[in-house]
Nanobody, 127 residues
Framework: QLQLTESGGGLVQPGGSLRLSCAVS????????IGWFRQAPGKEREGVSC????????EYVDSVKGRFTISRDNAKNTVFLQMNSLKPEETAVYYC????????????????????WGQGTQITVSS
């Protein structure tokens, strides 16, 4: 019953923008931190951003700071990732995942600390 479902992926030109959504069910965003991850072709999965449960504070990896914004709408049980000025190397499958608790260390992006994962959505940045 606890599920995460990503949406909003697709093809975008370099420099373009895209907004991803992560709809959650079966749990409250008050109790779980949410992280965004991506896995590019030939690369390991990496953490991108996370948002903590209690205070809603956010974290970003250096490569996306200033371009990506994570946010949430608790009433709609949805977390968003706004991605601006996208680069071809950011072509990847993007996943959202849930970590139980406050999420103080969500930006460590430790895979096993995120118990629940969505199925992923493909982002292709290409002209």
């Amino acid at each position: 019953q606890l599920q995460l479902t990503e949406s909003g992926g697709g093809l975008v030109q370099p420099g373009g923008s895209l907004r991803l959504s992560c709809a959650v069910s079966g749990f409250s965003l008050d109790n779980y931190a949410i992280g965004w991850f991506r896995q590019a072709p030939g690369k390991e999965r990496e953490g991108v951003s996370c948002i903590r449960s209690v205070d809603g504070s956010t974290e970003y990896v250096d490569s996306v700071k200033g371009r990506f914004t994570i946010s949430r709408d608790n009433a709609k049980n949805t977390v968003f990732l706004q991605m601006n000025s996208l680069k071809p190397e950011e072509t990847a499958v993007y996943y959202c995942a849930a970590q139980r608790g406050t999420g103080d260390y969500c930006s460590n992006y430790v895979n096993w600390e995120y118990e629940y994962w969505g199925q992923g959505t493909q982002i292709t940045v290409s002209s």
